[in-house]
């Protein structure tokens, strides 16, 4: 009984996205063909790239971090009912924000201290900036999908001219330096890494999917969180106050968005820049759905997505690195489409093997 | 009324009619002769298959077996659009109109009257206002339906059928949602429709509507027609005990409402509702200054056709909906303004009456499920939930209360309906708790359940619990409670003894046919 | 003079909003969200250079562009309503997708990671008309007209009230006969005609296709559509308005009165003002995401 349990859970975890991740296969076979190159030899590449030496392997995890933190962003709201699309912004407001508390502490603070307080300052602003579209929603009913995405281009304008007219080192899009706040590169820690952009901040970003699985599937409150998002009436029915859970998830989901705004500014370049992350806030909603909404499987996906995106750069000669933008497009199109699909199948075989048993155990 | 000789004269005539939806019977062997230019009234219970027989008529289902003749054709398993050509319409219990469209786009929607390439918008009004003048049936076509009432939007849904050429009209419960002035416009019009050659089958469960408008009239009891009577040879209570079933001869009179009497007693209510009054979804009073009190050691029942306020009532005494005015009080405690999770802290247990919407998160564990309303009772540290005592718990239930398969990982989703409403009682009642709100208790649940959470419910009153009992269902009120009560059209209509009650008592009550036997 | 320029630029800056945000409106009239209408666009200045530079002619172009907004039309169509995914993240699926292709195909067209060669465009500007030049383009025509057209379709004729009444409640309409899926499919279509030739005046207004170049415009239509209410012409009116605060802005980028940044971001605010109710609230049609 529970090896059938725990076997449809599976399958229903990884039927889809492994599909999706077939058929995303096939169409980059067709998009490379027209380019004349051979599939093989453009995946090796794309994987020659990206694990196969100790830079490429950092590049990926440089990039894994930000998109596990817009990955968990996506999910935590999907995980109430709620569509966050605004990780764009609310990561653009969590990077300038550890960027201007790094700016105003003065050197001579010492790095246990500073760290910390840029990392709760990114996530204060992009909860502040999920909060916004969530009282919108909870109070009004304003569409949130509508208020977050209309929010990423008013955020990233008001930073944009911020910076421009105020901050920036003249001839650039940046911020001056950081005085305090810095996390060491990997390639510090570890030699082979020299020159890839990887840092300590990924050890952030597990450890924030390790609580935001923690906060999910074992505290009252992530109970009651996907109570909502599950069944808005069963909630009601038990005495959960559904509005509220709603701003709340908002908030979390824009604070983990605004967590990956650390990775470029207190790893890599320690200073704020105009768009220098511009994409992944969008290509989260493909992390968590790929990863199923579940903090593991975004780490997992996070990964995947980042091969693929530093893969993109390794194959550029043979095809154009576009090649993973539509890929990646593909691998959302395809989870979006089956995993309804794939979930009605199960479901259905599930109920009928459970009926067959409760049927078997009744004397 | 004496049988026309020939086919030709009847509207419609149903013979030997069956259905079955997989195991489930609906409709057996039913006749159904409906003359040309008559009211006629299709009546009985919840569930003895009126609705299904009228939708084997409109086409929207093709019958097992049996004959369908409409004036004279045989048109066995037509489809909606075959019936609408030929002149069969139904107006349906909901209403299927758009609001943001005017009176007349919703009804000429799919057959718009042209002009060139552009709607004829004129000739749509004036033909809705010609046929609203010809049928009585007035309404300004003009108007946007958001802002009509529901009567108002009732003649919309007729006119509607009326303007696709519709001769013959089906009813489905028409007054459930009028208000009695409302009912009175719809039986002038239905009259006028009449007189103008029509034929008009209302399906309806209220005798007293059946002897107000019709002219004859078909019983169904458990999906077959069990009398055909001619309305004016007929008394409420000759209908009343054709529906219910049972041949017990009124030897004596109804007996008086003693619920003053017995509420006087000096034993304190467990739950008190004084001057309850609920306005619907639509504005609409759905509970109207409604008093009651349940004394611990006690099931008080409610019985009543569905839509008689119940459903709004439980919502208002679980704290899901707001009462207009009124009061609540638990143990003696005013809870009127207290939110579902204080009202369940103070003792209240609630089954909800739609297990898979309200009362269970279907995607959830078994073990899950038992928490739901009480998961604040189970944390530790840091606002976690306590995984060994939730185990625990669950263990406990599953066994207690004989949840099968036994496995509590299992989303509820994959078991019986049986087994998923006894995780609701496990939950509901394998706490502590002084008011237990059991609505629709044993719906859609297999025989060996229903015994099962029956014998739960008498436990829990024979341990000093008060148990306010809903159920749609006559025979299970007859068999738990001690004290009944009828509702309808948001009131008490009476308030007896379990043992001074039988079906026969019961059915005039419940079809509001009280009001002509009294008086 | 100085009105008349003004009022001319604004019109230039307004008409892909004016396309694409027809197009919006009727998809979101028939329930299904359109916020693919970025893709679309960038999908039709893609189409409508390709057609122009390869078929010799601004017309082919038009052609291209057209298919290439129904390719994407039927794409969402096939996603949303055959296969029932959610529309949202579809309609951001779809977006990344065109932009992907679009630059994709930009090295294998014309051999360059950012813009395509020049191509002709409606002509005009031998003419010594000057901004007078851009009436000689028929887009412009049809821009202006597209929203006042599309109320005439939605208010004026059957399939408009169908279409009114299948995005507000389908089962309504559909136990009248209607058939709702092929007729959200029609919805669809048009959308992404409407849209693609939104993209294709940028493009031939520009005389070359360069790499995500409708910027965020698609998604200022979606705005201009929320803050009319779904209803032509006060989308019409809040295209005009958004293309007119553009206007302000560049005629004003010397005097440096206010940031340019505010100025992008009035469409933005105003929206979601309009949706939190501040001022009469803006309510969408009652289907609109929900494909059963």
Same mark, same amino acid.
């Given at each position: ?134 009282v ?45 706040g810095?996390v ?22 597990v ?38 859970v ?8 824009g ?43 975004i ?31 593909v691998?959302i ?31 | ?105 919703n ?28 049928t009585?049936l ?59 050659g ?35 040879d ?114 209240l ?29 189970f ?38 309906g ?26 859609g ?75 | ?17 004016? @396309?694409?945000? $027809?197009?919006?409106?009727? /998809?979101?009239?028939?329930? +299904?969200?359109?916020? *693919?209408? %970025? !893709? ?21 172009g ?15 169509a ?27 195909f @930009?090295?294998? $067209?014309?051999?360059?990671? /950012?813009?395509?060669?020049? +191509?002709?465009?409606? *002509?005009g %500007? !031998?003419?010594?008309l ?5 009436f ?80 965020g ?9 929320i ?28 005097a ?37």
């Open positions: 009984m529970s090896g059938d349990g725990l076997l449809m859970r599976a399958a229903q975890a990884f039927l889809a996205p492994l599909l999706a991740v077939a058929l995303a296969m096939v169409v980059g076979d067709l998009l490379i063909l027209t380019y004349g190159e051979s599939p093989a030899t453009v995946y090796a590449l794309l994987l020659e790239g990206t694990w196969g030496n100790w830079y490429g392997f950092g590049q990926v995890i440089y990039k894994t971090m930000t998109l596990t933190c817009t990955g968990l962003a996506f999910a935590y709201a999907a995980r109430a009912g709620l569509f966050n699309v605004g990780a764009e912004g609310q990561l653009a407001a969590g990077g300038f924000a550890a960027a201007l508390v790094g700016l105003l502490l003065p050197a001579s603070i010492p790095g246990v201290i500073a760290v910390p307080v840029c990392i709760a300052a990114s996530m204060i602003a992009g909860g502040a900036s999920g909060a916004i579209p969530g919108l929603r909870a109070r009004f009913g304003a569409s949130e999908v509508i208020v977050t995405i209309m929010l990423n281009f008013v955020l990233l304008a008001l930073l944009n001219y911020v910076v421009a007219s105020h901050m920036a080192v003249p001839e650039t899009l940046h911020t001056a330096e950081m005085n305090a810095f060491a590169r990997l390639g510090s820690l570890f030699p082979v890494f020299a020159g890839s952009a990887a840092n300590l901040t990924i050890v952030v970003a450890l924030v999917a390790v609580f935001a699985w923690w906060k999910l599937f074992r505290t009252r409150s992530g109970y009651e969180l996907r109570a909502v998002g599950l069944q808005p009436d069963a909630a009601e029915y038990g005495g959960i106050p559904v509005s509220r709603w701003f709340r998830a908002m908030v979390w989901s604070a983990f968005a605004g967590l990956g705004g650390i990775n470029f500014v207190l790893g890599y370049k320690h200073y704020y820049e105009e768009g220098f992350a511009a994409g992944s806030g969008f290509l989260g909603i493909a992390v968590a759905l790929v990863g199923r909404n579940h903090p593991l499987g780490l997992i996906a996070a990964l995947l997505f980042a091969t693929l995106s530093q893969g993109g750069l390794a194959v550029n000669a043979l095809v154009p690195k576009q090649l993973v933008d539509i890929l990646q497009a691998v199109l395809a989870v979006a489409t089956t995993v309804p699909e794939v979930q009605r199948l199960l479901r259905k075989t599930a109920a009928s093997l459970v009926r067959r048993d409760a049927a078997e155990a009744t004397p | 009324m004496s049988a026309p000789a020939t086919t030709a004269t009847w509207a419609v005539r149903m013979s030997q009619v069956s259905k079955h939806f997989g195991s489930v019977q609906a409709n057996r062997d039913v006749t159904l002769e409906v003359a040309n230019g008559e009211i006629h009234a299709l009546v009985g219970e919840n569930g003895a298959g009126k609705s299904t027989l009228m939708h084997i008529l409109s086409g929207l289902h093709t019958p097992s077996g049996g004959r369908v003749e409409v004036l004279g054709r045989d048109v066995t398993g037509w489809d909606t659009n075959e019936a609408i050509a030929a002149g069969v319409g139904m107006v349906h219990q909901h209403f299927m109109l758009v609001p943001t469209l005017t009176v007349a786009e009804l000429v929607l799919g057959r718009e009257p042209r002009r060139g390439l552009q709607l004829d918008e004129a000739r749509a009004v004036e033909d809705v206002r010609a046929l609203a003048a010809r009585g007035r309404v300004d076509p003009t108007r946007s339906v958001a802002e009509l009432s529901v009567g108002e939007a009732q003649r919309v849904e007729i006119l509607k059928v009326l303007y696709r050429g519709a001769r013959i009209l089906v009813l489905d419960e028409p007054t459930a949602v009028l208000s009695p002035p409302e009912v009175d416009e719809l039986w002038t019009v239905l009259r006028g429709l009449r007189a103008q029509d034929t008009i089958i209302i399906i309806t469960h209220k005798l007293d509507e059946v002897v107000a408008i019709s002219d004859t009239i078909t019983v169904m009891r458990d999906g077959r027609s069990v009398s055909r009577l001619a309305t004016a007929t008394t409420p209570r000759d209908i009343a005990r054709a529906m219910v079933g049972r041949d017990v001869t009124l030897a004596h009179d109804f007996p008086a409402n003693d619920l003053a009497a017995r509420d006087v007693s000096s034993a304190r209510a467990a739950l008190e509702v004084r001057d309850l009054v609920v306005r619907g979804d639509r504005g609409t009073p759905v509970i109207e200054q409604l008093s009651f009190r349940v004394q611990p050691g006690e099931i008080l029942g409610i019985a009543g056709v569905e839509g008689n306020g119940q459903t709004e009532l439980l919502e208002v005494l679980a704290g899901l909906r707001r009462a207009h005015s009124g009061r609540v009080l638990l143990n003696g405690q005013e809870i009127t303004s207290l939110d579902v999770r204080a009202r369940a802290d103070a003792g247990s609630h089954i909800p009456e739609d297990r898979h919407r309200r009362g269970l998160v279907l995607d959830y564990s078994v073990s899950d499920n038992l928490l739901l309303g009480r998961q604040h009772h944390t530790s540290r840091l606002g976690g939930l306590d995984k060994t005592r939730i185990e625990r718990h669950a263990e406990t239930q599953i066994r207690a209360f004989d949840i099968r398969p036994s496995d509590p990982t299992l989303p509820a989703r994959a078991l019986s049986g087994n998923q409403q006894k995780i609701v009682i496990a939950r509901e009642m394998g706490r502590s708790f002084t008011v237990l709100l059991a609505a629709q208790p044993t719906r649940v297999d025989v060996g359940a229903i015994e099962f959470i029956h014998s739960q419910l008498r436990a829990a009153r024979d341990s000093g619990k008060a148990v306010l009992l809903v159920s749609a269902d006559l025979s299970e009120v007859l068999a738990l409670a001690d004290r009944i009560a009828v509702m309808y059209e948001g009131r008490f209509a009476c308030v007896l003894p379990a043992t001074e009650c039988n079906a026969e008592i019961l059915g005039p009550y419940m079809t509001g046919a009280d009001r002509e036997v009294v008086s | 003079m100085i009105l008349l320029a003004f009022l001319l630029q604004t019109i230039r800056i307004a008409i892909p909003y004016l @396309l694409a945000a $027809a197009g919006g409106v009727m /998809s979101e009239r028939v329930g +299904v969200i359109a916020l *693919g209408l %970025e !893709g679309m666009m960038l999908a039709g200045a893609f189409g409508a250079v390709l057609g122009s530079y390869y078929g010799g002619s601004a017309w082919i038009l052609v291209c562009a057209m298919s290439a907004g129904i390719l994407v039309a039927l794409l969402l096939l996603c949303t309503l055959r296969f029932r995914a959610n529309q949202v993240v579809v309609g951001i699926a779809i977006n990344l997708l065109v932009i992907g292709a679009t630059r994709f @930009l090295r294998l $067209a014309f051999d360059s990671a /950012s813009n395509s060669p020049r +191509v002709d465009g409606f *002509g %500007e !031998g003419s010594g000057g901004v007078l030049a851009s000689s383009n028929p887009l412009v025509w049809l821009g202006l007209i597209a929203l006042p057209a599309l109320w005439w379709l939605l208010w004026r004729t059957p399939f408009g009230l169908r279409a009114r009444a299948v995005g507000e409640k389908p089962e309504a309409a559909a136990t009248l006969g209607v058939n709702v899926s092929a007729l959200r499919l029609r919805g669809l279509l048009l959308c992404g005609v409407l849209a693609s030739l939104g993209g294709a005046y940028l493009a031939l207004d520009q005389h070359q296709f360069t790499d995500s170049m409708t910027a415009r698609g998604f200022i239509a979606l705005a201009a559509i803050f009319g209410r779904w209803m032509p012409m006060r989308v019409a009116a809040a295209c005009l308005l958004f293309a007119a605060a553009e206007t302000l802005q560049i005629q004003l980028q010397g440096q009165l206010v940031p340019s940044q505010f100025v992008e971001l009035i469409p933005y605010v105003l929206t979601i003002v309009a949706l939190a109710g501040v001022v009469g609230k803006s309510v969408p049609p009652a289907a609109l995401g929900k494909v059963e």
